[in-house]
């Protein structure tokens, strides 16, 4: 499975951005789907994650309530809505699809929260 993030820049912060991650390779309907992100100098964390055929959704502690993780079967993609920008949401952001134990990693989007 290749995955392909986008919709990462710079937004100041109350503004929203969404993100992308289009996977091709396999069909990732049956595949957990998930967003981490890395801040300068602090270990990747959990933002959000999805079950399988959509079931089941996560959300750190930190972004709940401003951030909506979805997918869309047919286009193979997961979107992560982000509302509320705070410049702690500053990092860069990786989708991760698990499936019988393997792990697989986008290459990052940037996003910068300005204050």
């Known amino acids: 499975v290749q995955l392909q993030a986008s919709g990462g820049g710079l937004v100041q912060a109350g503004g929203s951005l969404r993100l992308s991650c289009t996977a091709s390779g396999r069909t990732i309907s049956t595949y957990d789907m998930a967003w981490f992100r890395q801040a300068p100098g602090k270990e990747r964390e959990l933002v959000a994650r999805m079950g399988g055929r959509g079931r089941a959704t996560l959300y750190s502690t930190s972004v709940k309530g401003r951030f909506t993780i979805s997918r869309n079967f047919a286009k193979n993609t997961i979107y992560l809505q982000m509302n509320a920008l705070k410049p702690e949401d500053t990092a860069v952001y990786y989708c991760?699809?698990?499936?019988?134990?393997?792990?697989?990693w986008g290459q990052g989007t940037l996003v910068t929260v300005s204050s």
């Open positions: 991760n699809s698990y499936r019988a134990g393997t792990n697989y």
